[in-house]
């Protein structure tokens, strides 16, 4: 079973840079055709995607609204995943969640993180 676990700092400053970790185990992130992502969903709304990385780190995705701002990475040897996040704002506030699926990374997922909040405040 895939356990997917996020790390991270909780609070930054207002265009500071904060660095998410999500560690897996029970399985590897090089597996074929698995995407790996993040979303995030901030008080009284839905989640939302916000990047996937390819299982041969092919590709990357990014939603709009971070575009140019966060990235997402991945580090085989320690079978876990990253994602960057500069110029933060105060809507980028939110729990954000380590997401694993093998079909396409705007479908349905099959392995989910307990999630981690990030706070965007001055």
């Known amino acids: 079973q895939v356990q997917l676990q996020e790390s991270g700092p909780g609070l930054v400053k207002p265009s500071q840079t904060l660095s998410l970790t999500c560690t897996v185990s029970g399985g590897s992130i090089t597996t074929n055709y698995y995407y790996w992502s993040w979303f995030r969903q901030a008080p009284g709304k839905e989640r939302e995607f916000v990047a996937a990385i390819t299982w041969n780190g092919g590709s990357t995705y990014n939603a709009d609204s971070v575009k140019g701002r966060f990235t997402i990475s991945r580090d085989n040897a320690k079978n876990t995943v990253y994602l960057q996040m500069n110029s933060l704002k105060p809507e980028d506030t939110a729990v954000y969640y380590c997401?694993?699926?093998?079909?396409?990374?705007?479908?349905?997922?099959?392995?989910w993180g307990q999630g981690t909040q990030v706070t965007v405040s001055s």
């Open positions: 997401a694993a699926t093998s079909g396409y990374y705007l479908q349905g997922y099959d392995y």
